[in-house]
């Protein structure tokens, strides 16, 4: 049972463009959600992260939506830099309760020049 | 501040013999976390201590993998007999206590059970 979900294994995007990395979760309990990139042989670094009180959460050229009525997040990239070549992780989790973070498959991105 | 340590970074072992991971958290965070990631996958928590008590062990298979972290501090992870399914990345992380969003990550340690 998965219950965070990125559908796309992969994204290429041009240097200077817009990157979006979308998530999908199932559990409606869910009401943290963080993003993590993970460059080879490392562990992930967290990235930015979203309660669900609010919709949008930035941070430079970082910006995190969600849509609570879909069950949908989305990660932007704006430029897209060729060291945010990366896989990126969605997680999930409840504030109260248990503490475990839920991951998504992850998305590898690669900016190229 | 140093970050998590994880050792070995690599290890390669046959079925049906025994390996232990080994992860020094960030100095003064509470919370431990082990994770499987298996190759295409998110990470999957296995245990989860605070100090040196479990949280939450429902998803470590308990016939075959242990984890223990006396002190609180430093944490050990073990797996007896290894199967060709626990080839996986190994990893680490630690948190504040009572600041549970945002994890802390080691290298992980890369096991291959050929």
């Known amino acids: 049972d998965q219950q965070v979900k990125q559908n796309s294994p992969s994204l290429s995007v041009q240097e200077g463009r817009i990157s979006i990395l979308n998530c999908d979760y199932t559990n409606s309990m869910f009401d943290y959600f963080l993003w993590y990139k993970k460059y080879p042989a490392e562990g992930p670094t967290f990235l930015i992260s979203?309660?669900?009180?609010?919709d949008k959460n930035e941070d430079g050229r970082f910006t995190v939506f969600l849509n609570k009525s879909a069950k949908h997040l989305s990660l932007h990239i704006v430029p897209s830099q060729p060291g945010d070549s990366a896989v990126y992780f969605c997680?999930?989790?409840?504030?109260?309760?248990?503490?475990?973070?839920?991951f998504g498959t992850g998305t590898r991105l690669q900016v190229f020049p | 501040e140093a970050g998590v340590a994880q050792s070995p970074r690599y290890k390669i072992i046959e079925k049906r013999q025994s390996v232990a991971f080994w992860c020094n958290p960030i100095s003064g965070h509470a919370t431990l976390y082990w994770y499987q990631q298996i190759l295409g996958q998110g990470p999957k928590l296995l245990i989860q201590?605070?100090?040196?008590?479990?949280?939450?062990d429902s998803q470590l298979p308990k016939d075959r993998f242990s984890a223990e972290r006396l002190k609180g501090v430093d944490s050990t992870l073990k797996i007896q007999p290894a199967k060709l399914e626990d080839s996986a990345v190994y990893l680490c992380a630690s948190s504040l206590s009572g600041s549970p969003f945002e994890q802390y990550f080691g290298p992980g340690t890369r096991l291959t059970v050929t």
């Open positions: 201590f605070q100090n040196n008590g479990v949280v939450d």
């Open positions: 997680a999930a989790k409840r504030s109260r309760g248990p503490d475990k973070l839920i």
């Open positions: 979203i309660s669900s009180i609010k």
